[in-house]
Nanobody, 125 residues
Framework: VQLQASGGGLVQAGGSLRLSCAAS????????MGWFRQVPGKEREGVSC????????YYSDSVKGRFTISSDIAKNTVYLQMNSLKPEDTAVYHC???????????????????WGEGTQVTVSS
């Protein structure tokens, strides 16, 4: 599976951006895909994941209520609509195959197998 992310840019705090990730090599309907972000010196953070088999979506607490993940199966593309952006959302965003790992009643987002090139998102204050 090859993953190509796009849509990053510079935006003011409170603004919006939409990231896209086009997958090739396998039908999107067969796997889960999502977004992770990285800031130099910090641990990688799972942002959101969508399971295209059962349409379940998952979000980190830091973006819940502000970001929305969606899929266009016909275009083999996953989107991340990011609203009410904050300076702390600044990072390189990567799309990747993903999953949710449960621990009791909570979950964390995990990367599995395929990782795409990143796109820079910068939010100015």
């Amino acid at each position: 599976v090859q993953l190509q992310a796009s849509g990053g840019g510079l935006v003011q705090a409170g603004g919006s951006l939409r990231l896209s990730c086009a997958a090739s090599g396998r039908p999107l309907s067969e796997f889960a895909m999502g977004w992770f972000r990285q800031v130099p010196g910090k641990e990688r953070e799972g942002v959101s994941c969508i399971d295209n088999i059962d349409s379940r979506t998952y979000y980190s607490d830091s973006v819940k209520g502000r970001f929305t993940i969606s899929s266009d199966i016909a275009k083999n593309t996953v989107y991340l609509q990011m609203n009410s952006l904050k300076p702390e959302d600044t990072a390189v965003y990567h799309c990747a195959t993903c999953g949710a790992q449960y621990d009791g009643g909570t979950y964390s987002l995990k990367f599995y197998d395929y990782w795409g090139e990143g796109t820079q998102v910068t939010v100015s204050s």
